[in-house]
């Protein structure tokens, strides 16, 4: 069973910076691609940005020159840094094997003065 956790959501004031990780277990993490999605209240999820296996990246015209996903196959971990947060940034971040019915459980980031 392939399970994944989330971390380091927060507080954050606009234009900070917040990182989030996410650790897969129970899976080949390095042949996965792997997304970061997000929710807001009464929104529907969305993509924000993702990694192919080979380290390829997309993103949302939303965060591009502003978040980085990033992987570290040695720790089966994929990295979202967030850079110039704006309160529109506020919602549950979530990671998936993409493409997969697998995610983690969310981690809430609030951006606000």
């Known amino acids: 069973q392939v399970q994944l956790v989330e971390s380091g959501g927060g507080l954050v004031q606009p234009g900070g910076s917040l990182r989030l990780s996410c650790v897969v277990s129970?899976?080949?993490?390095?042949?996965?691609?792997m997304g970061w999605y997000r929710q807001a209240p009464g929104k529907q999820r969305e993509l924000v940005a993702r990694i192919s296996n080979g380290g390829s990246t997309n993103y949302a015209d939303s965060v591009k020159d502003r978040f980085t996903i990033s992987r570290d196959n040695t720790k089966n971990t994929v990295y979202l840094q967030m850079n110039s947060l704006k309160p529109e940034d506020t919602a549950v971040y979530y990671c998936?094997?993409?493409?997969?019915?697998?995610w983690g459980q969310g981690t809430q980031v609030t951006v606000s003065s």
């Open positions: 129970g899976g080949i993490f390095s042949i996965y691609a």
């Open positions: 998936n094997v993409y493409g997969s019915r697998y």
